[in-house]
C-alpha cells in the first residue's frame, strides 16, 4: 500500500518540539553571566583557597565570597545542564539510554546545586 | 516512501582534513564536558569545606600525597578547558550577532584562541609562581 497521506500531514508532529529557541536564549544569557562571573570566581578561589581550612572557609563564608561563588556556581550549573544535554541529544540514539541520561544530566546539576546552596549557606557567617 | 527517513548525514571524523575551525570546533565541545567534570569537583570541594576541618583533611591529605602531581596536572588541565571554553564563548556570543564567518578570518582566530587559552594558561601558572 503507498503511503495516501499529504506532505503537510506526514512531517506534521516531526519537526521541532517548539522549545528550542528558549533553550538557545538560556544557553546565551547564562554565558554571558559566566564571561563576567567565572573569571572573578576562579581568581578569588585560586587566590583564597589554596593556604588551608581556615583561609578557604573563610572566603567562601564572606559575603563577597558566598554570594560570587553562588552566582557563579549557579550560572554555571544551569550553562552545563544545557550544554550537556545538546551533547547527549547529539550523539546517543538508543532512545532509553538517550532520555536515561537526560534524566541522570538533570538529577546531575539539581543536585550539585542544592549541594552547593547548603554548603556555602552553611560556611555563611 | 521509505519507513526509515533518509537523514542527512555528515562525514565522520576521520573523513575530514584536519583544520583550525574544525579544532575550535571540537575543543569548544571537549573542554565543554571537561568543565562539567570541573564543576563537579568544585562542587564536592565546597560540601568537605562546609563539611568541617576533618572532611577538608582528606582533599589536603590526597593533595600532599602521590597524587598530588596528578592534581596539580589536572588543575592545569582544567585551567586551559576554562580559557579556552571561555574565549571561544565569547566568539560563539559574536557569531550570534551574525559577525565573522568569513573563512580566512575564521581560521586565523581559531588559532588565536587556541593560542591564547595556551597563554592565559601559562601565565596563570607560570607567571602566577603556582608552579
Redesign the interface.
Known sequence: MGDFRTPLARVRGLGSAKSGTGHFIAQRVSAIALVVLMPLFLVMLAKHAGSGYEAAAAFVGSPLGAILTLLAMTAALYHMRLGLQVVVEDYIYKPGTKAALLILNTFVAAGLWIAVLYSVLALAR | ?ATKPHQPLSPHLQNWRWHATMASSILH?AT??A??IG??L??V???L??AG?DA??VW?DLNAGPLGILITLAFIGFTFS?SFH?LN??R??VW?AGIGFDAKGSNLRSILIIGGAVIITAG?WIV?G?V
Do not use: F, Q, T
Open positions: 516512501m565541545r565543554g564536558v568543565n562539567y564543576a563537579v568544585v562542587s570541594w565546597l560540601v569545606l562546609a576541618p577538608y583533611g589536603e576554562v571561555l564563548g565569547i560563539h556570543l550570534d596563570i602566577g603556582l
